[in-house]
């Protein structure tokens, strides 16, 4: 089958104007990425003593590296990755170190924490062989173990 010229397949066609190009937004850069949510913890702190709080530095950004056990911070929510945002409603995020020590003197005080929303992750196999293992069983069949050090 031959075309004529006139026809609209052999002619370049025109696309229609489907939207503005202010309206079109460009696609996300890698580093312009949404970061998680972050969720706000507040703390009243009444008792005099140590907090227990370590911090990875002692200067801003005060990021919580571990709760001590003896600590007045122990078993009250507190997790390594939290940030320390407020103390006394008071922001202090650039804060020296000094500084905050003082804001943290006197009781009662108010602390308040960020910590990103984690998404619960399932977590990996601790071997190739235990993961097949569980995916059989799950699918109704069975895997056979390697013979213990006593049966060889």
């Known amino acids: 089958m031959m075309l004529d010229h006139d026809s609209p397949l052999v002619q370049p066609s025109v696309a229609p104007d489907i939207a503005p190009e202010s309206t079109v937004e460009p696609l996300p850069r890698l580093s312009e990425v949404p970061q998680p949510p972050l969720r706000r913890i507040d703390l009243v702190f009444e008792q005099k003593g140590s907090l227990g709080i370590e911090f990875k530095e002692l200067a801003a950004p005060f990021v919580i ?10 078993n009250r929510d507190l997790q390594k990755g939290d940030q320390l945002i407020l103390v006394g409603g008071e922001d202090v995020t650039e804060l020296a170190w000094d500084a905050l020590v003082q804001k943290l003197g006197p009781r009662p005080v108010l ?25 059989m069983r799950s699918l109704g069949g069975s895997v056979m173990e390697p013979p213990g050090p006593e049966e060889q």
């Open 65 to 74: 590296e571990q709760v001590h056990s003896t600590g007045l911070a122990y």
């Open 111 to 135: 602390v308040t924490v960020e910590r990103p929303d984690a998404v619960e992750e399932e977590p990996p196999p601790t071997s190739f062989m235990s993961g097949l293992g569980s995916t």
